[in-house]
Structures are given as C-alpha cells and as structure tokens.
C-alpha cells in the first residue's frame, strides 16, 4: 500500500523478467537511449541455474547461441556450454551493458492508470508506475502435467522442471513422458546410469546434430527454417528432438532402445495402475525419421546449389533396423510389474500472465499481439515461441526480436513528445 504523500516511483519502460529475454531488451532500449528498469525476481538467469538439470547444455553450440556483441569467452566455439556457464554469460553481459536490473524484486499486479497514461505496477518491495509494459519472463512458467495419473497412485511424478540427477530418483525404472529435447537427453541419462527407462514418443522432429561437417543451427539458417513465421500446418506443438550432451549427437531412439530403452507411444490415460499409450508410435518414429531424412536432402541440394566442398557423409543415412518394442509396441503398461518408480513428466510449461491484469489476451488467455506488440496499448510481450519466428525463443533469436520491439517503443515515445516540426524517427 501506498501512503498518501509518499512518492511513487516512475520509469519510462519496465521490462519484467531479468533472463535472456528481458537482457536483451535493455541492450536495445538502451542503443535508443530509452530510459528503463528490469525486474527480476529472482537472479539474472534463474532459470538456468535452478530450473534445469545439473547436466545440462546449451542444444546449440557456442558460435550460436549467444548475443551478437559477446562470445563465450574461454568456450570450444563448436562446442556446448553447460548451465552454470550460460548462466555466467548472462550475468557477464549485464555487466557489459550496465543493464538497470534489480533482483529480488517480483511483479505482483500490474493495472492501467486511470485518466492518464501508463501503468500502475504492485511489487513484492512497494509500487511504482511505468509508461511502457515489456512481459519477458520467458515460456517457461508454470510445469505442465497432465491429469493423467493421480496423486494416490504410490507412483513418484516429476516434471523435468524438478529433475537434477539420476541420484533423487528411488530406485526403481522411470516411465518418461515426452520425447523432445529434454525427455531424450534425460532418458539416455538415466540409461548412462544402468537405470530401466520407458519413454513415451510423440510427435517430433529430429534434426541431425550435424551434417557435412555443419552443424543443425547452421543448416536451419542457411535453408531460412529459422525465420518461418508461422508453424507449417499441425506443427505448432511438435518438439525438436535434439541434444548437445556429450559432445552433442543426434538423437536416435532406435540407439536408445537398443541400449535398454523400451520404447512406447503417446501416454493417454491411467487406469487401476496401469499405463496406456496410443498406438502412433510407429508413425511419430517415422514422421521424425522423415524430417531428418528431408533435411538431408535439402541440405544436399543447397551444397550443390552453391559449389560447397563440404565432405559427403552418406553414413548419415543408414538408418538401424526396428527394435522389438517400435515392431510390436506395447499399448498397456503395468507400472508394478514393470517396476516403475517414477514417471518424469518432459511436457513443456504453461504461461500464467495472472499479473498482467490488462485487456491484452484473447479468449484461450494467450497473449494478442502482432510481433511482440500488444493489442494493449503500451504492453509488449518478448521471448514467446513463434512470437514473430521459429527462433524466438531462443537465444539468439530474442536479440532480434528485442531490436524490433525497442524500434516500436522509440516510435510510440515519438508520437508521445509530439513535435510537429520534428521528422519523425530522428
């Protein structure tokens, strides 16, 4: 609460979330000399260091998944930094920049002023008021797991979210759910371990690690996959399954099966202990198979296209035959008899803007916007998947997307400072 007579706080733009997202933004706004504060409500990326499992790495390599202006000093350029070290660089760039960030600081509510521009923002250290609204606090919000088994059931449920290691797991096989990037990479962890593993594989797509001696961030440039707009048709939800685990290799569930994994298909419903998975197996391996065997293809012909001695690699095609469990796939899991201990939910998050109590989402509570701008005047919304790309959510992919919103802020202050005899944009 505010008393009267105390003075409230007031900043041009307030970029909420201090992650990759809400960094890059105050690289941008400051290039523009945009007065701005970061809150954050934790540490400069958080998410990297308590939100991820202790091995993980970047699924991109050092070259590539960065910002422009600083490399990952002291870094393989070819290779994979782990959390910690990705963590490091963010705080490194803020530093560089001088980014305005204050951590330890949480949005509670944020509601437009009434008769006079901008916002009124409730936070967890008192209230202060901003002209401009940038939400970047990431998509990875709130753990998604299904309905699907109950509390009761005695088996352990974890989202990917709560996972570190092999070690906090009872002893026990682990029923993985969801074969994206990081139901793959956790699954081979826990085979790595000698653990049981059932993972169940939806839809996805399974780029190469690398390819002609390149790797898959640079052939998704150089083909423009990067830059699609818009998902291709049923796409939006398809995960890519990639890793940069052990020196980054492709993933191969058909490796992973035959290093002990059972394979299984979409998990749909729990009933009286057992488990039970769509029969769409054979099709997610082969839809999967299809993509990795398109990309080649594509890859292959813009070598030729362009003259490139890039060295052919033929072996890149040769595809293992199919496991007992992808031949004959199981529909129905008893989870005692299997042994199952613990199901490890690997099935992305949820957004949750219950802060944001402004009319800037449409029916389904998704945020409205066109590239990040809202259609709440003021309020802009940065590191979404497919906010204007396929690459929006990463990291290199948010520096662009920062650069374009802090143009569209410039030109709104603009119009704000009305001066007629000012070209707009100068």
């Known amino acids: 609460m505010v008393r009267a007579g105390m003075s409230i706080e007031r900043v041009d733009t307030l970029v909420v979330g201090g992650g990759q997202a809400g960094l890059a933004m105050s690289a941008h706004l400051s290039r523009k000399s945009i007065p701005h504060l970061v809150l954050e409500r934790d540490r400069i990326a958080e998410r990297w260091r308590t939100g991820r499992w202790d091995s993980l790495v970047a699924n991109g390599p050092a070259w590539h998944d960065r910002f422009p202006p600083l490399e990952f000093n002291g870094e393989d350029p070819d290779g994979f930094p782990g959390k910690d070290r990705i963590a490091r660089y963010f705080e490194e760039f803020a530093l560089r920049i001088e980014a305005p960030v204050r951590c330890g600081v949480e949005v509670l509510c944020v509601t437009r002023n009434e008769g006079r521009p901008g916002f009124r923002v409730a936070t967890s250290k008192g209230v202060l008021e901003a ?6 606090t990431g998509p990875f919000q709130i753990p998604a797991i299904p309905p699907v088994v109950p509390e009761d059931s005695g088996v352990i449920q974890l989202h990917s979210a709560a996972y570190y290691n092999p070690e906090q797991l009872p002893e026990g096989a682990v029923l993985v759910v969801g074969a994206g990037s990081s139901g793959a990479q956790i699954a081979d962890e826990l085979l790595g371990v000698g653990r049981k593993v059932f993972l169940s594989v939806g839809p996805h797509h399974r780029p190469p690690r690398s390819y002609r001696g390149r790797d898959y961030c640079w052939w998704l440039g150089v083909l423009g996959k990067w830059d699609y707009v818009t998902p291709e048709p049923g796409t939006a939800h398809v995960t890519i399954a990639v890793s940069g685990a052990n020196g980054g290799k492709t ?5 992973m099966a035959s290093l002990g994994a059972t394979l299984v298909g979409m998990t749909t419903d729990y009933v009286h202990g057992h488990m039970h998975f769509a029969p769409d197996l054979g099709a997610n391996i082969a839809a999967g198979d299809e993509y990795y065997l398109g990309l080649l293809d594509e890859a292959d012909a813009y070598v030729a296209r362009n003259g490139l001695d890039l060295p052919e690699e033929p072996e890149a095609r040769r595809i293992a035959p199919d496991p007992d469990c992808l031949v004959d796939p199981l529909q129905t899991l008893d ?11 690997a099935t992305g ?3 949750d803007f219950g802060w944001l109590k402004v009319d800037a989402f449409d029916r389904n509570g998704l945020p409205h916007h066109q590239r990040g701008v809202s259609s709440e005047p003021g309020v802009y919304f940065l590191g979404l998947p497919w906010l204007s790309r396929r690459g929006s959510s ?4 948010v520096w ?22 000012t070209v707009l944009g100068t």
Do not use: K, M
């Open 400 to 421: 662009h997307d920062a650069r374009y919103l802090a143009e569209q802020i410039a030109i709104q202050r603009d119009y704000c400072e009305y001066r007629p005899s």
């Open 251 to 255: 993933v191969d569930f058909r490796n």
């Open 349 to 351: 998050y949820r957004l």
């Open 335 to 345: 989870l005692t008899e299997a042994g199952v201990s613990t199901i490890l939910w």
């Open 131 to 136: 002209v401009r609204i940038v939400v970047a």
């Open 394 to 397: 990463f990291i290199w992919g």
